[in-house]
């Protein structure tokens, strides 16, 4: 009678350890995509908040803050506040970096606002690419 071991040998293991590490190195990369997307697309809703928290203090105030700080912090000894406009606190980017506030904006705008992206400096190229609230499709 013939006694088979059960088990797998080093070549089966080989074999399918191969197979896995193939397969990680085809869809890993598009994974990555995906959570670079996400983030990207995060920035873009967290600063439609911003802008609705803008628009809200110049509604009360008649012009825009000077920084984003200005949304929650106590402004009550203006008779027209009405804020705070952002709850608790301004939020960073999803790469954790602070979201920029320039007033007045380039081109005739009233403001900018932007993130730098992943690489927390201004420029870059794909995820590190600045994502700009005006540039919006």
Do not use: C
């Amino acid at each position: 009678m013939l006694n088979l071991s059960k088990g797998f040998t080093l070549i089966e293991l080989l074999i399918v350890m191969a197979i896995l590490g193939m397969l990680a190195a085809l869809v890993g990369p598009s994974l990555f995509g995906k959570v670079d997307e996400g983030r990207i697309k995060s920035a873009l809703t967290q600063m439609v908040s911003f802008e609705t928290a803008l628009e809200a203090y110049r509604l009360d105030l008649f012009k825009y803050p000077s920084s984003l700080d200005d949304l929650v912090k106590n402004n009550s000894n203006k008779p027209k506040w009405h804020g705070p406009y952002m709850s608790k606190r301004i939020p960073k980017d999803p790469w954790g970096n602070e979201y920029q506030y320039k007033k007045p904006g380039r081109e005739g705008r009233n403001y900018d606002l932007y993130s730098f992206g992943a690489d927390g400096r201004e420029g870059g190229e794909k995820v590190d690419a600045d994502i700009l609230n005006w540039k919006v499709d």
